[in-house]
């Protein structure tokens, strides 16, 4: 079993940052890919950024140049710095960490305000 519990959403204004933080835990011998998603009302499920356990990066185009992912492996938690908000970032964001299986977070609320 394996949990993970994100923190760091909010409301913030257009131009603004947040930084979302997720914790996994429980049967964890290692994590390949950790990575956070978000889905805004009526859309689906998009790929927001990745990171492999070796440091490989991979970013959705909408947050190229804005949003940084990074990765504490001794500690499985894995980080999203938002710079520049806009309100289209506005979403439930979700944590995902694939370990032997797909999981995923609860999801935290992100709104920016313009």
């Known amino acids: 079993q394996v949990q993970l519990v994100e923190s760091g959403g909010g409301l913030v204004q257009a131009g603004g940052s947040l930084r979302l933080s997720c914790a996994a835990s429980?049967?964890?011998?290692?994590?390949?890919?950790m990575a956070w998603y978000r889905q805004a009302p009526g859309k689906q499920r998009e790929l927001v950024a990745a990171?492999?356990?070796?440091?490989?990066?991979n970013y959705g185009d909408s947050v190229k140049g804005r949003f940084s992912i990074s990765r504490d492996n001794a500690r499985n938690t894995v980080y999203l710095q938002m710079n520049s908000l806009k309100p289209e970032d506005t979403a439930v964001y979700y944590c995902?960490?694939?370990?032997?299986?797909?999981?995923w977070g609860q999801g935290t609320q992100v709104t920016v305000s313009s």
């Open positions: 990171m492999t356990n070796g440091g490989t990066t």
């Open positions: 429980g049967s964890i011998f290692s994590i390949n890919t």
């Open positions: 995902y960490a694939f370990v032997r299986t797909p999981h």
